[in-house]
């Protein structure tokens, strides 16, 4: 009987404040979502928002580096600089012929300045470590660097791992306290390994399509696939893809997930088999374009070329085609390790505009030189796609091509000029032939530089470089290096080769051509040491596939002295009160 009134007693109370309930509810639902904000916030990873989140972790193994097996339970550890910047995780991996790339994430800009890495190596059957010095660092985008490690030992792992030196402390990918069991390599030989954006198209670089070269492919097999996370990205939209040539895939950006460029979209692309899309292993990211390949004003010319330890020729390159014009320098660097930066950052002190872009991809220059039409249309009506071996020469001119540029001898910006006639015309490339020069009997790299020291070439040109009108590509970007396809409506023009050639120094000095023997930079050009296409144009005649000097070096492509060139450049760019050329080292 009482607790009968007890209750109803409750009920009258209840009556008497009836927003009580309301308060107990909304109290409850604020307990519920603060519960759930706790469980997002503790998670590492929400693969469905908008904005991937990316936590990498300095982790020590429980154990030592140089004990027998390796404990799987982890710890993290809290480094120094991640009171400032994120600490450092290894995103991806990527075997080479001769090397293991890492992907490393977070940290600051100088994290591998402050703190020395080595490479680590698991042995696959005793348990055990090696550790190999890492070959280079570089940074790679906003959000990532690039560690290149010697390939591994004899039953060694090639999944590498990092260690600061003289410390046990390892970068490990760390899934909730635990080493993920799946930690792969992805070959070189297939994977999409970069990614950019032309307005709203998606443009995705791509190995192991195996696509013939030269011309375009059926896009109806293909799509891109779009999605975030670092290490297992999960790609959640598709687009079909709109245009297809060698390695390049274009296809619509999604809208819904263009605030998540900021961070990086992972991208990949998906060919067709038995009705379904089998997506290529991916790390490619497509970022919101940066300040490098952004400005408020075109320049009338820039340059784009692809290097591979070139530190010591790019100042007189670039010394002398600025006299002729040029105002904007794009440097692919295809993994230098001869201190290119610090020529580079000299030549901007002095008021040269080069960008330098890291491009870790070996062979891939048709695949570069898309990149960087397509990058630096915005900043750029022509662009000239040249090695930096190669060099504009203005002959004298004569009243017959006139229409091409001003009587008599060049005069300063000539290159520059030259171009301009044809930006108003439906000249979309301009080709200019190429003179290949030979070692003319030297011995020893010439100290005034290439365009003094090597006057003796072959008398017939060998093929040709091209200049570019960047709106007037067809949307495939499709080159062959030399030349590019151009859209419907543009033509291109052959220069006369008395209105102008370009000098190339292909066969210098043994001690520089050899270099030339470890790798080429274009894709569909087989190296030297390959047996393949040994009497083609872009190899040495009669040298054949080794690296050992001819007897006759120095003699061989001689059959025209030509001292042009040379003559131009003493009468124009020496320095009276010195009496030495803007490049020149000097004793002082």
């Not at 993290?76 to 994430?105: A, C, M, N, W, Y």
Request: glycine share 6%.
């Amino acid at each position: 009987m009482d607790s009968l009134d007890q209750r109803r007693k409750r009920k009258r109370s209840l009556r008497q404040y009836p927003n009580l309930q309301l308060l107990l509810s909304v109290r409850s639902l604020l307990i519920c979502f603060s519960f759930l904000i706790f469980l997002y916030l503790f998670s590492y990873t929400n693969p469905f928002s908008s904005i991937p989140v990316f936590r990498p972790v300095l982790v020590v193994s429980s154990l030592s580096l140089l004990s027998t097996s390796i404990s799987t339970t982890v710890k993290s550890v809290q480094d120094s600089e991640s009171l400032t910047s994120p600490p450092l995780k290894i995103e991806s991996r990527v075997l080479f012929p001769d090397h293991v790339l890492l992907l490393v994430g977070g940290g600051s800009k100088n994290s591998f300045l402050k703190n020395e890495f080595e490479c680590v190596y698991n042995h696959g059957k005793n348990g055990g470590f090696g550790k190999k010095k890492v070959l280079s660092f570089d940074e790679y985008d906003e959000f990532r660097s690039v560690l290149r490690c010697p390939l591994p030992s004899l039953n060694y792992s090639n999944v590498v791992k990092l260690q600061r030196v003289d410390k046990n402390r390892v970068l490990a990918e760390k899934s909730n306290g635990f080493f993920r069991r799946n930690q792969t390599v992805k070959s070189w030989e297939n994977i999409a390994y970069e990614a950019a954006l032309d307005g709203e198209i998606a443009v995705v670089f791509v190995k192991g399509l195996n696509l013939r070269p030269g011309r375009e492919s059926d896009p109806r097999q293909f799509s891109c696939h779009f999605g975030f996370g670092h290490k297992n990205p999960i790609f959640t939209l598709s687009t079909k893809a709109l245009a297809v040539a060698q390695e390049v895939v274009r296809c619509p950006f999604p809208e819904s997930i263009e605030r998540s460029l900021e961070k990086g979209i992972r991208v990949t692309v998906g060919f067709n088999r038995a009705h379904k899309p089998v997506l290529v292993p991916s790390v490619a990211k497509i970022f919101r374009p940066g300040p490098a390949f952004s400005s408020a004003k075109k320049h009338d010319l820039c340059v784009c070329t692809m290097v591979w330890n070139q530190a010591s020729a790019i100042r007189e390159w670039i010394k002398y085609h600025s006299w002729l014009g040029v105002e904007k320098w794009f440097i692919y660097d295809n993994n230098s390790e001869d201190g290119i930066e610090e020529v580079v950052q000299e030549l901007n002190q002095e008021n040269h505009n080069v960008t330098r872009f890291l491009w870790p991809w070996i062979k891939t220059q048709e695949a570069g030189f898309s990149h960087c039409a397509l990058k630096a249309k915005s900043q750029c009506n022509w662009i000239s796609f040249m090695d930096v071996d190669e060099y504009f020469y203005f002959p004298y001119s004569t009243p017959k091509h006139q229409q091409f540029r001003s009587l008599g001898h060049a005069p300063q910006n000539s290159l520059r000029d030259l171009v301009a006639n044809f930006s108003r015309t439906n000249i979309g490339e301009i080709r200019t032939s190429c003179h290949s020069f030979g070692p003319s009997g030297l011995d020893a790299p010439p100290p005034q530089g290439v365009t003094v020291g090597y006057t003796c070439r072959l008398q017939s040109p060998e093929r040709h470089k091209s200049i570019v009108r960047p709106d007037a590509l067809d949307s495939t970007l499709l080159n062959v290096v030399h030349h590019f396809r151009l859209r419907k409506g543009f033509e291109y023009l052959n220069l006369p080769q008395s209105a102008a050639v370009i000098n190339h120094y292909k066969y210098q000095v043994w001690g520089v051509f050899r270099a030339k023997f470890y790798r080429r930079v274009a894709t569909y050009v087989a190296d030297w040491r390959e047996n393949q296409n040994e009497g083609s144009r872009d190899r040495a005649p009669g040298l054949g596939t080794e690296a050992i000097e001819p007897s006759d070096w120095s003699k061989k492509f001689c059959e025209v002295w030509d001292t042009g060139l040379r003559d131009f450049v003493l009468a124009n760019f020496v320095d009276i009160s010195t009496n030495s050329l803007p490049w020149e080292k000097r004793s002082d």
